[in-house]
């Protein structure tokens, strides 16, 4: 076969891949087990057919004492324990004198061991608030393994090209191009399906830890007391912030001065002169 009909392939593949998207999806070499449904065969079959694919977030407020908040925030962390468990970010605050104590930490944990983490947070202190969300990402990992395959099968077919032995060398380059960017495009596919099996195999925790404040804090006169910090905080921004300005403007003001010092200087001496001469004029 000749490498101009080749190419005239190549353009069939591309297009096929280009509105194949909804096809019968099925994972690359890295995620192809067995061959999904379709959306539109899921659709007639009905809802009962078909994984669905759902990312779970839980958010959790836990309070504990001031004392007892730095081990907390690190029993947390030590209780993720890879693989069923991947710590994603972790914060501490210590507390300040006129703010308190609070830690955070983002994870993602295996469903079945959701129940022991919530558990063992639950006696370093006590759980005040939890929310749990649930998002359906199935349309996007059907639409993800669409794409996946079909880009499978361009690349396959690309490479098999570059084995035409009747190609000339600016051909062979062609395919090579169109080769490296459906490489690219396959990565990207790869790693997106990968970020979506770990939304939806694993379940988001965000845990917020806090320090219980004590009842002189709790006092009817915090606010009064907050009120005067904010007062003066907010004097001291309103300073710094003129400052800036005087500082910015400084220099300016004194470019314009000079050259406006100069040209009064140069007037009062004109006017001086003229004032001079014309008192010679009247003098008989």
Same mark, same amino acid.
């Given at each position: 076969?000749?490498?101009?009909?080749? %190419?005239? %392939?190549?353009?069939?593949?591309?297009?096929?891949?280009?509105?194949?998207?909804?096809?019968?999806?099925?994972?690359?070499?890295?995620?192809?087990?067995?061959?999904?449904?379709? !959306?539109?065969? @899921?659709?007639?079959?009905?809802?009962?057919?078909?994984?669905?694919?759902?990312?779970?977030?839980?958010?959790?407020?836990?309070?504990? =004492?001031?004392?007892?908040?730095?081990?907390?925030?690190?029993?947390?962390?030590?209780?993720?324990?890879?693989?069923?468990?991947?710590?994603?970010?972790?914060?501490?605050?210590?507390?300040?004198?006129?703010?308190?104590?609070?830690?955070?930490?983002?994870?993602?944990?295996?469903?079945?061991?959701?129940?022991?983490?919530?558990?063992?947070?639950?006696?370093?202190? =006590?759980?005040?608030?939890?929310?749990?969300?649930?998002?359906?990402?199935?349309?996007?990992?059907?639409?993800?393994?669409?794409?996946?395959?079909?880009?499978?099968?361009?690349?396959?077919?690309?490479?098999?090209?570059?084995?035409?032995?009747? !190609?000339? %060398?600016?051909?062979?380059?062609?395919?090579?191009?169109?080769? !490296?960017?459906?490489?690219?495009?396959?990565?990207? @596919?790869?790693?997106?399906?990968?970020?979506?099996?770990?939304?939806?195999?694993?379940?988001?925790?965000?845990?917020?830890?806090?320090?219980?404040?004590?009842?002189?804090?709790?006092?009817?006169?915090?606010?009064?007391?907050?009120?005067?910090?904010?007062?003066?905080?907010?004097?001291?921004? =309103?300073?710094?912030?003129?400052?800036?300005?005087?500082?910015?403007?400084?220099?300016? %003001?004194?470019?314009?001065?000079?050259?406006?010092?100069?040209?009064?200087?140069?007037?009062?001496?004109?006017?001086?002169?003229?004032?001079?001469?014309?008192?010679?004029?009247?003098?008989?």
């Amino acid at each position: 076969m000749k490498l101009g009909h080749g %190419l005239a %392939l190549l353009l069939v593949v591309a297009t096929l891949a280009g509105c194949g998207k909804k096809e019968e999806a099925s994972s690359s070499a890295d995620y192809a087990a067995a061959p999904s449904a379709t !959306a539109t065969e @899921a659709a007639k079959a009905g809802p009962a057919v078909g994984k669905r694919h759902i990312a779970v977030s839980h958010a959790l407020t836990v309070e504990t =004492s001031p004392e007892k908040l730095e081990a907390a925030w690190l029993q947390a962390q030590l209780r993720c324990v890879e693989p069923q468990c991947e710590l994603l970010s972790t914060t501490l605050q210590r507390e300040g004198t006129h703010t308190p104590g609070s830690a955070r930490l983002s994870l993602r944990i295996a469903p079945g061991s959701f129940a022991g983490y919530l558990a063992g947070l639950g006696t370093q202190g =006590s759980i005040v608030s939890q929310s749990t969300e649930r998002e359906d990402k199935t349309d996007a990992v059907i639409d993800t393994e669409a794409r996946l395959k079909n880009l499978t099968q361009l690349r396959d077919n690309l490479r098999q090209m570059l084995n035409n032995r009747n !190609a000339k %060398l600016e051909e062979l380059l062609a395919v090579q191009k169109e080769l !490296a960017a459906a490489q690219t495009q396959l990565d990207a @596919a790869a790693g997106l399906r990968l970020a979506l099996a770990n939304q939806t195999e694993k379940v988001r925790v965000d845990v917020e830890l806090r320090a219980a404040r004590s009842i002189a804090e709790r006092s009817i006169l915090v606010p009064l007391v907050d009120a005067w910090h904010d007062i003066g905080l907010n004097l001291t921004r =309103s300073l710094a912030a003129l400052l800036t300005f005087a500082a910015v403007l400084l220099p300016w %003001l004194l470019v314009l001065w000079l050259p406006a010092r100069w040209w009064l200087k140069r007037r009062s001496i004109r006017l001086q002169l003229r004032s001079q001469s014309d008192k010679h004029e009247r003098t008989p």
